[in-house]
């Protein structure tokens, strides 16, 4: 680049790889004034080079250069790579925080709308579809049972026997102390029963399987899988969602009871090799303490849970908006969104049976 | 006049706040091959899919078969579906069975058919767009090209007597492409389909247009048969005609 005679020479390529050095070396010029930027010895540019000419436009305004010994083929380039002439971008929609609070505490509340029709719709068609399994496709109510409960038995068999440990370990030391041993089975008995297995069961499925039912419907709902169900005159949520539903039903009573039992094993082994207990005492202590109710509330917590995982799941899958990125969202939302409604839900339920 | 089979009456659409189709009149008539015309981004999808009720249209109204149907219900615009067969712009299988299962959901669905029946069926309509060889592949094992015409074999599964094709030809090479209007007119010859399709390729357009909507800027510009609108001296649509490229 060389500056004389109010002319800016510009030489060699103008490209991506010299555009840098260029900028720099332009910087430097002092220019006092300018008529012309010859551009006869540029023996190549390409986009990031007609951007730089851009940009000395830009700068060079006050003086308004001509360009001069422009080759055919250069400005060929430049007409095609200059950003001048481009339309200006559709205005992205204006922030305002008054209205973006309104916005949400609307969006929250249409959500929730939302969410409560899609509920009744999945009730529904989840009580059709036990008598008429039109609409599902054969055998999905078994694949999903397999991907939501069979698959799960290693990851919960294996984390409920850990909590069991822990849980008896926690208490061990104290209850040797009063010589109060063999009260280690109660307490594994009824937090297993009633507390730990459903919720640390629940919270593992949502991981699982409560994010598997969003991406999968976000990625059908963006792929508009989901519309050409509903051109083939298919209720999307007895294809999709109904079959799921079932097999969680059934699954997440199965996994608790499984997850309980496992989790008084591990209880027990911390009695008979801590607490000097037997395999008989511990074992007619557990049942002699458990009642029905307290079983039964374990059960019935397992259900509403699942539910609520299925219901969550689907609705932010349903909800999704934008391509792949929105997938991610939507089931980060989800997982979130329904560990956090099994918790409170746990707490609710706790509340009316503590009476 | 013959009454047309389906009749869009100043339909708008919006996206949000964006109008995209605005107060549009348009009419398909029975067991003709009409073709949407218009730039990328003028709404040619979108208006199929405000028929199709896949977005509620925000003003109009759509007569299909001789019925209203923005306002009907779910279960009554289902019945009329079963008659239409839809192929999405991006196919839109389900990606989580294979090509053979995605064929015979709308058969296992709406119909009572024997399995054998069914199979038959599949396979006869795999083969019409070349792909009986990838049967038993899943989508995501095929090309884009091949996604289309599995997609197109499903829409017409059922031989429904009114079927969408949103750019059909897009991604296949020409003589697959030939031989897709071949089946195109085949299909209006001897099943009596009506068709309706979206394409922007001249030499699919002079084989299979019985007639011409012409879209621009959410409005409709042109519609009428072929030589209509090559002498219709609106110059979006015989510049068109002439070389085959949108203003
Ligand atoms: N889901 C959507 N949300 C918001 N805007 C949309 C959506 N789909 C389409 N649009 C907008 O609507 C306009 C029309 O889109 P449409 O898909 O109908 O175009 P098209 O005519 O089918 O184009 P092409 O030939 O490229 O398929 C575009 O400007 C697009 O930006
Ligand atoms: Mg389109």
């Not at chain 1, 054969?138 to 038995?153: H, P, T």
């Not at chain 1, 008995?189 to 009633?194: H, P």
């Not at chain 2, 996604?147 to 074999?153: C, D, E, P, S, W």
């Amino acid at each position: 680049m060389e500056y004389k005679n109010k002319t800016l020479f510009l030489e060699g390529d103008v490209t991506k790889f010299t555009t840098t050095d260029l900028l720099s070396e332009f910087s430097r010029i002092k220019i006092s004034e300018i008529e012309f930027i010859d551009l006869q010895n540029v023996k190549s540019i390409d986009s990031a080079g007609v951007a730089f000419i851009d940009e000395l436009k830009f700068k060079l305004k006050d003086f308004s250069p001509q360009f001069i010994n422009v080759s055919e083929d250069i400005n060929a380039s430049i007409e095609t790579f200059s950003a001048e002439k481009m339309p200006e971008p559709e205005p992205a929609g204006k922030a305002n925080i008054f209205v973006m609070l309104g916005a949400s505490l609307y969006n929250w509340l249409d959500n929730f709308r939302d969410a409560m029709y899609l509920s009744v719709d999945i009730a529904y068609w989840s009580f059709i579809g036990i008598f008429d399994r039109k609409g599902q496709r054969k055998g999905s109510v078994i694949q999903q049972s397999i991907l939501i409960g069979v698959d799960a038995l290693g990851i919960i068999g294996l984390l409920s026997l850990v909590l069991g440990l822990i849980l008896a370990l926690q208490s061990a030391a104290q209850l040797r102390q009063f010589g109060a041993n063999i009260f280690v089975a109660d307490l594994i008995a009824i937090s297993m029963v009633r507390e730990m297995g459903p919720m640390m069961t629940a919270i593992i499925v949502a991981g699982r399987s409560g994010s598997a039912i969003a991406s999968e419907i976000a990625t059908m709902k963006v792929t508009e899988e989901i519309d050409a169900l509903k051109m083939m005159a298919i209720n999307p949520i007895r294809y999709v969602v109904v079959p799921k539903f079932h097999a969680i039903t059934i699954c997440m009573p199965l996994l608790v009871t499984m997850a309980t039992i496992i989790g008084i094993v591990g209880g027990l082994i911390v009695g008979i090799t801590y607490l000097d207990l037997s395999v008989v005492s511990f074992y007619t202590q557990v049942i002699n303490v458990l009642t029905l109710k307290d079983v039964l509330i374990g059960l019935s917590k397992s259900v509403f849970f699942a539910w609520v995982i299925v219901i969550i799941g689907s609705f932010y899958g349903f909800k999704v908006t934008g391509g792949a990125e929105g997938v991610g969202k939507a089931t980060t939302l989800s997982v979130v969104a329904s560990i956090f409604a099994v918790i409170i839900l746990d707490a609710l339920f706790s509340l009316v049976f503590l009476i | 006049m013959r009454e047309p089979i389906i009749k869009v009456e100043n339909l708008v659409a919006k996206y949000d706040d964006k109008v995209i189709l605005d107060g549009v009149n348009v009419e398909f008539f029975p067991q003709e091959v009409t073709v949407i015309l218009g730039g990328s981004g003028c709404g040619k999808t979108t208006l199929i899919k405000n028929i199709l009720r896949l977005f509620e249209p925000a003003e109009g109204s759509v007569t299909i078969f001789g019925k209203e149907t923005t306002k009907m219900d779910e279960d009554e615009f289902n019945k009329i579906l079963e008659k239409i067969g839809m192929l999405f712009q991006n196919g839109a299988l389900l990606n989580s069975v294979s090509i053979f299962d995605n064929v015979s959901i709308p058969l296992e669905q709406h119909t009572n058919l024997p399995v054998e029946i069914i199979e038959k069926i599949i396979e006869v309509k795999l083969n019409l767009v070349n792909l009986g060889h990838a049967i038993r592949l899943f989508p995501s094992e095929l090309s884009g090209g091949m996604k289309k015409r599995a997609a197109l074999a499903r829409a017409i599964a059922l031989d429904p007597p009114l079927l969408f094709c949103d750019e059909p030809s897009a991604g296949l090479d020409p003589l697959t492409s030939a031989s897709l209007d071949e089946l195109i007119l085949k299909l209006k010859k001897q099943l009596k389909m009506t068709i309706i399709i979206v394409t922007h390729e001249l030499a699919s357009i002079h084989r299979i247009a019985d007639r011409i909507i012409f879209l621009d800027k959410g409005r409709v510009l042109f519609q009428g048969t072929l030589q209509e609108a090559k002498v219709s001296g609106i110059t979006e649509v015989t510049t068109f005609f002439e070389v085959g490229k949108f203003e």
